[in-house]
């Protein structure tokens, strides 16, 4: 897969499995043998795919590489919200993504939104009415694990 997006070893989750099984014929195409080729400094053992997932040509893990445009904060999305929707929306978001801590690691860019959570929170906005100005704070392009 060709692209442009950097990736290093300290972008990809820490329990991520890894895959070293060079003969699979989608091991070009997949995140875990990808995640393979980067393995922190020191790192001696983790989470490995072992060679029983792939039965009949096929893998259980298999998980094809994709690059997204992640997204982060949400002071441009609440900019022009009115006073009475502003609780109501951060509440249903923080339900969302799964609380409080979860929804400021992801308003600080700790975390980055997927174009799925994206789609979901713009499309809460737009269910309450709002239809412009439905951008996130920031955006970067980092490979899907």
Request: hydrophobic share 25%.
């Amino acid at each position: 897969m060709e692209t442009k997006t950097t990736l290093t070893a300290d972008q990809i989750p820490t329990l991520y499995s890894r895959c070293f099984q060079s003969d699979c014929p989608k091991a070009e195409t997949c995140t875990h043998f990808l995640a393979s080729k980067y393995i922190p400094e020191g790192q001696t053992q983790g989470d490995a795919i072992y060679p029983t997932a792939r039965q009949n040509g096929d893998c259980k893990h298999y998980k094809e590489i994709r690059v997204i445009r992640a997204a982060y904060g949400f002071k441009t999305l609440f900019a022009e919200v009115k006073q009475k929707d502003d609780t109501p929306l951060r509440n249903a978001i923080r339900k969302y993504l799964g609380g409080n801590t979860t929804y400021y690691r992801y308003h600080h860019g700790e975390r980055m939104l997927t174009p799925e959570q994206q789609e979901w929170i713009i499309n809460l906005f737009r269910r309450h009415g709002y239809t412009e100005n439905l951008r996130f704070d920031g955006y970067r392009e980092l490979y899907d694990f």
